[in-house]
């Protein structure tokens, strides 16, 4: 059945009954592909029967859907002539892992980030109106996006708009990690809603065979059916926030959400559709461990193990080093924002399991919150990805810097993160954190050093961000140990002709372009920044031993390092020739950390050949 689908009306030729083969074979197919090239897969699985509800009910050549978040979007790609592309999923020039509607027409609305969903629908659906159209505007978000706070100011613009829109809460009870909060509690007792219609049929039957009294008492409750419902699910929050509550529906029972469907599609107000899944659903490893198959990389679907053990990653080293740092400072605590395993705090929340807080999908709230932590004389460590960072911007400006407060950012999945594409490359942190007063920024260049840095942060008194890669964590210079000194970068390898200031882990191509250069005679130094902010100005001065100075971050070159680098020179008077290496004023697509640094002339090789061209080596 799905070698003959390519395009969405393909799946009404099946008939319904056929559905439910289908969704065996997506799921057959789904788990073939993502075992090989990796990616979103738990969050696919749950949501195959729920797509081809939409898709046999939904003309989606002139309806739009937006899919919150986006992750969850493989199997509506399956359904509009896009299987072909499934080998190169998430690869570079391949097949995008979230909705971009350069890529098809059915991707009307880009996605990459959680919670945004009802904002952009409702801004759909007002468009319709105001251009006097006619079509449907769907939004699906799961509950772990409900966390987050951008969920509520769409849904309470959206109840009170009277325009036509539904909202359908795909229900896992799962972020990537477990989710958290009243939220969660308060849609727990929503799944047990279905004994509320159950209850009322029973009532009106009851009720109704009564003699003379009975009708006039069914007609009582009918028109009372507010307060019945409020008695039984404690709340009907969806309702008060104006939209019409349908729910909760099994989502893997394609018929009954294809019936709902038909009767939504009539209602000409906000409806919230509450459908219930399960991640993972039909491969047993997935349905176990919806967490680690959220996101994966390459495994073997008939035992669910990774094709590569991976090596110790930077993830993991932060880990480590805050449980150690921990067992010796209880005034540490960790906050993390719905991704608790994936910035390697596993440790930490077993370990100190009241020291630990998860606050959901809020970035802003998880800053603040450890504002309010750091005001009464903890040391919080937020640790978030660099991309859903920038959603705590305003929080960490205004709650954190201005009061000086030592609040520490741990920020994971900095520089290019690769297959995930624009919307989560980690490549402006350097430059939003950098314009803020009172703000430290460290960069380290291996493992041993983020170690070594965040030990310094904690006893920083102050704020102070610590940025790092989805990396394997290096071990370069790992015998290297020079203490570290407030706003001071190192030398790691002196020369006397041209000079190489590397950030971070960059330190890894910078140190073999030297490598490189050493063979064609020339004599590079090779520093390692350390600090982003306060740049080193010791460091600035030496630049006049050098014919020309090249500096190599991965960050957008605007508004990042080298951008004040070049400042602080022009202060000090400093006239070196200096070179900025970086990413340009783009958004940089998806690929794997390696062909994003070679398309950009960020590798070892492009370093060493730029050098020689413009040195004349």
């Not at 592909?33 to 979103?40: L, P, S």
Request: one cysteine or more; proline letters at 3%.
């Amino acid at each position: 059945m799905l070698e003959q689908i390519n395009k969405p009306q393909d799946i009404r030729k099946f008939g319904k009954k056929a559905l439910p083969k289908l969704a065996s074979e997506i799921r057959a197919f789904l788990i073939e592909k993502v075992g090989k090239t990796g990616g979103h897969l738990a969050s696919n699985l749950g949501i195959v029967e729920l797509t081809l509800a939409l898709h046999s009910c939904f003309d989606f050549d002139k309806d739009k859907i937006v899919w919150d978040v986006g992750h969850q979007s493989y199997v509506h790609k399956i359904l509009t002539g896009r299987q072909k592309d499934f080998d190169k999923l998430r690869q570079q020039d391949g097949l995008s892992g979230f909705p971009k509607s350069n890529e098809s027409k059915y991707d009307f609305f880009d996605t990459g980030h959680a919670s945004t969903s009802v904002s952009a629908a409702l801004g759909l659906a007002k468009a319709r109106d105001l251009s006097r159209e006619d079509y449907d505007v769907i939004a699906v978000i799961g509950d772990g996006a409900l966390t987050g706070g951008l969920a509520y100011e769409g849904l309470n613009n959206a109840g009170r708009s009277n325009t036509k829109l539904t909202v359908i809460l795909n229900d896992n009870e799962m972020s990537i990690s477990e989710n958290v909060g009243a939220m969660s509690k308060y849609l727990n007792k929503l799944r047990t809603a279905p004994a509320y219609i159950g209850a009322k049929k029973e009532v009106n039957k009851v009720l109704r065979g009564i003699p003379l009294v009975g009708s006039p008492l069914a007609d009582i409750i009918e028109k009372s059916k507010d307060s019945f419902k409020y008695a039984i699910i404690d709340g009907a929050f969806f309702d008060e926030l104006g939209f019409t509550y349908i729910g909760p529906v099994d989502g893997h029972n394609i018929s009954d959400m294809a019936e709902v469907f038909k009767q939504i599609k009539k209602l000409n107000c906000p409806v919230l559709l509450h459908v219930l899944t399960k991640k993972g659903k039909g491969y047993r490893f997935a349905e176990e461990s919806p967490e680690k198959f959220h996101g994966i990389d390459s495994f073997d679907p008939s035992t669910g193990t990774a094709l590569a053990q991976k090596p110790l990653q930077y993830s993991a080293v932060f880990g480590s080093s805050i449980t150690r740092l921990a067992r010796k400072n209880d005034k540490i605590v960790a906050v993390s924002a719905a991704m608790s395993a994936a910035t390697g705090l596993t440790e930490f929340s077993t370990a100190f399991p009241h020291r630990f807080f998860d606050v959901g999908i809020a970035e802003g709230h998880a800053v603040t919150f450890a504002a309010g932590l750091a005001k009464s004389g903890y040391i919080p460590v937020v640790t978030v990805y660099s991309s859903f960072f920038q959603r705590a911007y305003d929080q960490i400006l205004h709650d954190v810097c201005i009061q000086k407060l030592p609040v520490i950012l741990a920020i994971d999945r900095a520089g290019i993160v690769g297959a995930d594409g624009e919307t989560h490359q980690g490549l402006f942190d350097l430059s939003f954190l950098g314009q803020m007063p009172n703000m430290t920024i460290l960069a380290p260049k291996n493992g041993k050093e983020l170690a070594k840095m965040l030990e310094f942060a904690v006893k920083l008194g102050a704020p102070a961000a610590i940025r790092y890669p989805r990396a394997e964590a290096s071990v370069l210079f790992e015998n290297t140990d020079n203490a570290i000194v407030y706003g001071k970068s190192e030398q790691l390898v002196k020369g006397n002709d041209i000079a190489i200031v590397s950030v971070g882990t960059m330190l890894d191509n910078c140190s073999k372009a030297c490598d490189l250069l050493a063979k064609d005679c020339c004599s590079p130094s090779l520093f390692n920044a350390r600090f982003v902010k306060p740049v080193d100005e010791d460091l600035i001065r030496s630049f006049k031993d050098y014919s020309i100075v090249y500096i190599v971050e991965d960050n957008v070159l605007i508004g990042g390092y080298g951008s004040a680098v070049l400042q602080k020179a022009n202060e000090l008077r400093v006239t070196s020739k200096i070179r900025l290496l970086g990413f340009p004023d783009e958004f940089v697509l998806q690929g794997s950390r390696e062909q994003c640094f070679k398309r950009y002339g960020l590798d070892a090789n492009s370093i060493c050949n730029l050098i020689r061209t413009e040195t004349g080596r």
